[in-house]
């Protein structure tokens, strides 16, 4: 069984509709001709009768109305056998053949005398006088080669049949009886059925023009179907081999844009995706190589330790058991940042939030690490915190803001060299808290400025020391910030150093 993809049903579905495109505009053109074609035949022959018009607006005038219709048929019968007479002189011919012998057919004027000029054998025409026509051949009725006589008809002003047969459908041709100026009837000739054989010829031919177009148009589909199938689904075709490609872990696959329209945008996004799962998969895996390694040196440390213990190398004194737990509690804290980084899907930690004032746990934070500034020849300058009006209360968590504040302290602790110094201040600026931390060189490099919130990152070597962090402290402040509704930047320091900005929203 054929598997039906995609672009055979495209393909499928527009050769469908323009094969039924093709075959109804083939039917209703052919439906057209034949209608215009009874249209044309049927006037050229009222063409042929413009003598009888002026013969019966000759008769109209001498009797001044329509009564010698109304009460005798004669002479609407004399004019149907003079119609057939003069069809039926010699060999049948097409309606275009020209006039018939014995009468022009241009409208001829009447006598001085008023009376309608003869035909030009001699016979008066219908409606001259009342005498009948001479018989036809055999003394019977004159043949009616054209079959005008069935199809002919006069009617009054008003639409009454007069003589004749009243018209069968809508499709006839008209002349109009006018007396002095005004329209008083009309001659009408019912269009004649296509069923004579120089008629079906034409027709034929016509048809067989028209299937044949018909035909052509419908190759001409197959072709423009297949090549619509083929612009509009190849992205897609590509598009289902990138993802293969992506299921298979091969982030680096890209799918080529060919065209600039709404598939070309798909292909563009698809490629964007694959850029940021080829950088998520590589933040994934420096993730791991970046915890694996921040967690090997401790765990190296407590290993020999333990074994010098082992192997009686040491003894398990005093400042042998404090080496041992400071590397445990090193490889604690370690643990403890990588689990607030990933507690939640947006790295974001639990808050309780409630109206608090930030500054005295600030102040607070700075009285706790005085002394090891002190201890490594640096300087707290936090007055700029004590000055008038510097009450601010937010939404917040003290115990989370208080780790900000210790991870930004020692930052700049591990990082800032002896003899510097750090200044802390706050101010109000459009209902937010500004809170900003400079230190002195060395500054890190410009380039480094954007990822300093990154996980394990470090600007090496400018600002490392001998015993570097973890690397997360930072990104643990920016998750904390954000999750008080504010934000944290990183930028040159006035002071040489970095710089440090937190913006807070006020409680109204």
């Known amino acids: 069984m054929i598997r039906l993809t995609i672009q055979r049903k495209v393909f499928l579905a527009t050769f469908v509709l323009a094969a039924a495109m093709a075959i109804l505009l083939t039917a209703l053109y052919r439906r057209n001709l034949e209608k215009g074609f009874r249209r044309y035949v049927v006037e050229a022959e009222m063409a042929r009768l413009d003598w009888l018009v002026t013969n019966i607006e000759t008769a109209y005038g001498k009797k001044g109305s329509w009564n010698f219709l109304r009460e005798s048929t004669e002479p609407w019968d004399r004019a149907a056998e003079e119609i057939s007479r003069l069809e039926g002189q010699g060999q049948p011919r097409h309606f275009d053949d020209g006039p018939p012998p014995g009468f022009d057919q241009r409208p001829p004027p009447p006598f001085a005398d008023g009376r309608p000029p003869p035909f030009a054998d001699g016979r008066p025409p219908p409606f001259a006088d009342g005498r009948p026509p001479p018989p036809g051949p055999a003394g019977g009725r004159p043949p009616d080669t054209l079959g005008f006589r069935p199809r002919l008809s006069l009617q009054d002003a008003s639409g009454n049949v007069l003589g004749g047969n009243p018209p069968v459908d809508g499709l006839t041709a008209r002349r109009s009886i006018r007396h002095e100026g005004e329209t008083v009837g009309w001659l009408v000739l019912q269009a004649p059925l296509t069923g004579a054989a120089p008629d079906l010829a034409f027709l034929a031919t016509q048809a ?294 937190i913006e807070l929203p006020l409680e109204r």
């Open 208 to 501: 067989r023009g028209l299937w044949l177009s018909g035909l052509v148009a419908l190759v001409l589909s197959l072709a423009a179907a297949w090549l619509i199938a083929r612009q509009l689904l190849g992205p897609i075709r590509d598009l289902t081999q990138g993802a293969r490609q992506f299921a298979q872990g091969r982030f680096s696959e890209r799918i080529p844009v060919r065209q600039d329209d709404e598939l070309g945008e798909l292909a563009a996004d698809f490629n964007a995706m694959a850029r940021m799962l080829a950088q998520a998969e590589e933040a994934r895996r420096q993730w791991i190589s970046d915890s694996s390694h921040e967690l090997r040196t401790p765990i190296a440390v407590l290993r020999a330790e333990i074994e010098a213990l082992q192997d009686a190398v040491r003894t398990a004194d005093e400042p042998t058991l404090a080496r041992l737990h400071r590397n445990v509690m090193q490889m604690s804290k370690l643990v403890d940042d990588l689990r607030q980084t990933l507690d939640r899907d947006d790295g974001r930690p639990d808050l309780v939030l409630e109206p608090i004032d930030p500054l005295p746990i600030l102040r607070e934070a700075a009285e706790e690490f005085r002394e090891r500034f002190q201890a490594g020849g640096l300087s707290i300058d936090a007055t700029r915190l004590d000055g008038p009006g510097s009450t601010w209360r937010i939404q917040g968590d003290a115990d989370r803001l208080r780790q900000v504040f210790a991870n930004l302290l020692e930052n700049t602790l591990r990082y800032t060299d002896a003899g510097g110094r750090l200044e802390i201040a706050a101010t109000e600026k459009g209902g937010r808290l500004w809170l900003s931390f400079d230190d002195t060189a060395p500054a890190p490099p410009e380039q480094a400025m954007p990822r300093l919130f990154d996980r394990f990152f470090r600007a090496e070597p400018s600002r490392s020391r001998e015993h570097g962090g973890s690397g997360l402290g930072l990104s643990i402040a920016r998750k904390i910030v954000e999750g008080h509704g504010g934000a944290i930047s990183a930028s040159r320091s006035p002071l040489g150093g970095l710089s440090i900005r």
